[in-house]
C-alpha cells in the first residue's frame, strides 16, 4: 500500500464549478502537509500548506482530517487555469523523508 | 534570481554508460532532494542530503549516488544507468525548518531515456 494515495482522476469540469479531491495517508506519524500544482510535467510548484484548523488562500480551501488521516483541497470558481495536476504532500515527525501522492489531474474546461 | 538549475534537460544514453545529472541552487537552502517521476507512481524520493556531507536514502535509492560536498550542489550519478532508470528526474531544495517543513523549490527537470 502506497503512503500517501490521491484519486488520479481526472475531474473534468466546467469554468466557475466547485471541485474537491481527497488525499489520504497511512502513516500516523505524518507531521506536515501540502499541496503542490503540477503543469503537464513542469516542475511542481508549492499551491498551500495544510494546516491543522484548516485554511484558505483564495479560491481554495485545504482542510486536515487527522483522525481519519485524510486531506482535502477544494477549488471554488474554477477558472480555465486551474487545470493542472495537484500532488499532495506528506513529511514526518523526526525524518526529513517527503512523501508525495501520484497527483489528481482537474481540468477545468470553457 | 532565486531559482534550482540542473543540466542536462534532456539526455539519451545507453545502458552502462556513467552519467551525472548536476544540480545547483542560489538560495542557501540547506535541504536538497532529488526525485524522479513516473506515470501513475508520481515523485519519488531517491536520495535527500540536509546539509554538507550529510545525505540519507529515499524510497528508491538502487542504482544511484550522490554527494554534497558544496551547500550549492547536488549531483545525481548514475554509475552503470539502466532501462529502468528511465524517467523525468527533479532536483529540489529548501530551508531546513524542520522535518522537511520547508517550501520545495525544484528544477525543471531531467527528462532521461536509457536505451
Known amino acids: 500500500r502506497k503512503e500517501v494515495e490521491q484519486d488520479p482522476g481526472p475531474f473534468n469540469v466546467p469554468e466557475g464549478a466547485t471541485v474537491a479531491f481527497n488525499c489520504t495517508y497511512s502513516n500516523s506519524a505524518s507531521q506536515s502537509f501540502f499541496w503542490y500544482r503540477q503543469d503537464c510535467r513542469k516542475e511542481p510548484k508549492l499551491l498551500m500548506s495544510v494546516y491543522s484548523s484548516g485554511n484558505e488562500d483564495g479560491r481554495f480551501t485545504a482542510q486536515l482530517n487527522r483522525a481519519s488521516q485524510y486531506i482535502s483541497l477544494l477549488i471554488r470558481d474554477s477558472k480555465l487555469s486551474d487545470s493542472a495536476t495537484y500532488l499532495c504532500v506528506v513529511t514526518y515527525t523526526n525524518d526529513y523523508k517527503l512523501s508525495f501522492g501520484a497527483g489528481t489531474t482537474v481540468t477545468v474546461r470553457a | 534570481e532565486a531559482q534550482v538549475t540542473q543540466n542536462p534537460r534532456y539526455l539519451i544514453t545507453v545502458t552502462g554508460k556513467k552519467l551525472t545529472v548536476t544540480c545547483s541552487q542560489n538560495?542557501?537552502?540547506?535541504?536538497m532532494s532529488w526525485y524522479r517521476q513516473d506515470p501513475g507512481l508520481g515523485l519519488r524520493q531517491i536520495y535527500y542530503?540536509?546539509?554538507?556531507?550529510?545525505?540519507d536514502k529515499g524510497d528508491v535509492p538502487e542504482g544511484y549516488k550522490v554527494s554534497r560536498k558544496e551547500k550549492r550542489n547536488f549531483p545525481l550519478i548514475l554509475e552503470s544507468p539502466s532501462p529502468n532508470q528511465t524517467s523525468l528526474y527533479f532536483c529540489a531544495s529548501s530551508p531546513l525548518v524542520t522535518s522537511g517543513e520547508g517550501e520545495q523549490f525544484f528544477g525543471p527537470g531531467t527528462r532521461l531515456t536509457v536505451l
Open positions: 538560495m542557501n537552502h540547506e535541504y
Open positions: 542530503s540536509m546539509n554538507v556531507e550529510v545525505t
